[in-house]
């Protein structure tokens, strides 16, 4: 499997170690760029596909509480570029309210991973990242 570039939008440090951790604990090979804010989030997406600027990211993990912007204002900016249009995007998030889950599944998400307090429960992100990869892949 060759090395999958995963946009990470999270603005907790805790949270971006389980992440890293769960990507490590499943072996996803992988190149992790973090933002931590939903401004930054927007900039960076927004010059996706730029000439001499990154290119869109094979898998987005997001967070939906982000400071600066929210994670459905991240998505449908992501979803604008045509280059991110299929682009699977898993939301990593604490909320598990039915209104978030509408918001974000509207704009297309491949899977919504609610952030367990059990450690092991986390690790199983990387086990949901391999699977949507290898989906996308297919």
């Known amino acids: 499997?060759?090395?999958?570039?995963?946009l990470l939008a999270e603005d907790n440090d805790a949270d971006v170690f389980l992440v890293r951790?769960?990507?490590?604990e499943h072996r996803v090979k992988h190149e992790?760029?973090?933002v931590q804010d939903g401004a930054e989030a927007i900039s960076y997406v927004s010059?996706?596909?730029e000439h001499g600027t990154v290119c869109?990211?094979?898998?987005?993990?997001l967070d939906l509480n982000l400071p600066s912007a929210d994670g459905p204002q991240i998505l449908a900016a992501f979803r604008k570029n045509p280059q991110c249009a299929?682009?699977?995007?898993?939301?990593?998030t604490s909320s598990d309210a039915p209104r978030d889950r509408a918001r974000v599944s509207d704009l297309g998400i491949s899977h919504y991973f609610?952030?367990?307090?059990?450690?092991?429960?986390?690790?199983?992100?990387?086990?949901?990242?391999?699977?949507t990869l290898s989906e996308r892949a297919a």
Not at 1 to 6: A, P
Not at 56 to 61: R, V
């Open 1 to 6: 499997m060759r090395v999958s570039r995963i």
């Open 21 to 24: 951790q769960a990507l490590e």
């Open 32 to 34: 992790l760029h973090v």
């Open 47 to 49: 010059r996706m596909g």
């Open 56 to 61: 869109c990211p094979d898998l987005m993990l």
């Open 86 to 92: 299929k682009t699977p995007v898993i939301i990593v």
């Open 114 to 131: 609610k952030k367990p307090s059990d450690w092991d429960e986390f690790m199983e992100l990387g086990a949901v990242v391999l699977k």
